[in-house]
Nanobody, 113 residues
Framework: QVQLVESGGGLVQPGGSLRLSCAAS????????MGWYRQAPGYQRELVVY???????KYGDSVKGRFTISRDNAKNTVYLQMNSLKPEDTAVYYC???????WGQGTQVTVSS
């Protein structure tokens, strides 16, 4: 059974940074693409960024140049470095493994002064 566990969310001031982590278990992580999504209250879940097995990435327009995804296959972990955070980045962030349609429980990110 594939499990994804996010961590690293919290409260940060505008302009600040956070790094989210997503630890995967129950599968050979290195074989699969991974993604980060987010959902703000009253909005649909949206793609933040996607990373392919070979490392290619696709970022949502609203986070380009500010967020960076990376993966450590030895640790079965994917990271999301978020810089220059804005209040509109406030949302629950979810890790996703598309091949199994697996989702983590989400981690809250709040950007506020």
């Amino acid at each position: 059974q594939v499990q994804l566990v996010e961590s690293g969310g919290g409260l940060v001031q505008p302009g600040g940074s956070l790094r989210l982590s997503c630890a995967a278990s129950g599968t050979n992580f290195s074989r699969y693409a991974m993604g980060w999504y987010r959902q703000a209250p009253g909005y649909q879940r949206e793609l933040v960024v996607y990373i392919a097995v070979a490392g290619g990435t696709k970022y949502g327009d609203s986070v380009k140049g500010r967020f960076t995804i990376s993966r450590d296959n030895a640790k079965n972990t994917v990271y999301l470095q978020m810089n220059s955070l804005k209040p509109e980045d406030t949302a629950v962030y979810y890790c996703n493994l598309p091949y199994y349609d697996s989702w983590g429980q989400g981690t809250q990110v709040t950007v506020s002064s």
